[in-house]
């Protein structure tokens, strides 16, 4: 994975986000990811698109100090834009990895995911989907299934919510004291599959991205979920943060017009069709 380069980027790349003081969004080209906790004591979710663990590592240095590493790495899926640089900083700071059960055998080498469906209705990203490579990393020995009980054991006071729909194990991450949410790809504030919105990162409320999304009944259950929780602020894996009125109302938007505004009107997974 980290000898693929995806030529996609966007205004964000490189952007770094304070979400709350114990919490920053880092933009790697198209995608985010997090680092979660203070300097010792922190994690961090996601690893970005592939090729990037160098820029991962400078980015690691300027918020926790010269050789620091996270206690753990959580992910919220297995794609290649959350996995990229995953294999070369498991190496480098040999720290445990913990996914969804039903994740890991995407990270252990025994399965791939779906091809990208170019067909889908949507945008010039959609139609450059099958160069996204679909292959499974192998971590064996290093991932772990997160525990059934919904605890994040590096993450106290945080909670992991089975979203699935974009991906069988797709995960959230919701901590209740002030009411955060990470959301993965369970629904994004970009509209993913179209070049311009990307490019510009223009903000709207949407579903997964379309071109990797194998089971629409599933992830509009996992959108009403998180909506259910009535998150503060919310971070997904691509597009820009957002709380207060602009959240709850472009949350609740979303799930009311979930089938006209994400579910696209053709493609390969559309009508119940998975793998």
Known sequence: ???????????????????????????????????????????????????????????????????????????????????????????????PVYAHEMELPYLTGKRNYPEPDASVEGGLVAKMSPMFPTEAVDISGRVQALPVDGTVPPMPGWQWIHTPGHSPGHISLFRPADRLLIAGDAFVTVKQ???YNVLTQKKEFQGPPRYLTTDWTAAKASVIRLAELQPAIAATGHGEESSGDELSEGLAYLVDHFDEIAVPDHGRYVDGNKE
Do not use: C
Request: charged letters at 20%; hydrophobic letters at 45%.
């Open 1 to 95: 994975m980290e000898n693929k380069f995806i030529p996609a980027t966007s205004v964000n790349s490189g952007r770094v986000v304070a979400i709350q003081p114990d919490i920053h969004m880092y933009t790697v080209q198209i995608v985010n990811l997090f680092f979660v906790g203070h300097k010792n004591d922190w994690v961090l979710v996601d690893t970005g698109m592939p090729r990037s663990a160098d820029d991962i590592l400078q980015q690691t240095e300027k918020l926790f100090g010269e050789g620091a590493k996270p206690k753990a790495i959580v992910l919220t899926h297995g794609h290649f834009d959350h996995v990229g640089a995953l294999e070369e900083l498991v190496q480098r700071w040999d720290v």
């Open 193 to 195: 599959d179209a070049l």
